[in-house]
């Protein structure tokens, strides 16, 4: 039996293509790979606008009042550290570079510590209640940790796709 793709070699009977179809299969980015570069382009393309937002609030402010709180400083700092990271770790994922599995988690948990910066501080020192956007962003934050992390640091599929 031949291959099922490039018809030159014998066949494996689990999958119908040759070792080599297989080889080149293994290391592309498919399969559950979607979600987090999916996560990626979606981070890159939130994190612009929010740090954008972000800015045009605090110019806003600071022109009507004059004062810039260092909470606002640190919100700025890690928006902008957020945002570049998340560039350089999708640009690590789709070249699919052999720093990817650093890059993936320290994006990660990047995010979870802007989340927690932006959702809980507030509350603890200014004693606001969070929105729907807030909690929304933590969820998001815990979640990267809670289950990509972990599929970073122990897949099979890590090593055979960004390892080379």
């Known amino acids: 039996m031949e291959c099922i793709k490039c018809q030159n070699y014998e066949a494996n ?3 119908g293509w040759c070792d080599v179809c297989e080889k080149k299969e293994v290391c592309k ?9 999916l996560g990626l382009i979606l981070g890159i393309i939130g994190g612009g606008i929010e740090l954008y937002r972000f800015i045009i609030t605090v110019f806003n402010y600071f022109d009507e ?3 810039l709180s260092y909470y606002a400083m640190g919100a700025f700092a890690l928006l902008i550290s957020g945002f570049l990271f998340s560039l350089y770790a999708a640009w690590l994922f789709f070249r699919r570079k052999k720093g990817t599995r650093k890059a ?3 994006y990660y948990t990047t995010g979870l510590i802007i989340a927690l ?7 603890i020192i200014f ?4 929105g729907s956007d807030s909690i929304r ?3 998001g934050g815990v979640t990267g940790v809670v289950i990509w992390v972990p599929y970073f640091m122990f ?6 796709v960004f390892c080379r």
Request: hydrophobic fraction near 50%; charge should be positive; avoid cysteine.
């Open 155 to 160: 897949s099979k599929r890590i090593n055979m």
């Open 127 to 130: 004693d606001i209640n969070p």
């Open 65 to 67: 009042t004059g004062f």
């Open 29 to 37: 980015i498919n399969g559950l790979l979607y979600l987090p570069a």
């Open 13 to 15: 009977k689990e999958s």
């Open 137 to 139: 962003l933590l969820i």
């Open 104 to 106: 993936m988690i320290v």
């Open 117 to 123: 910066y932006i959702t809980v501080l507030p509350v």
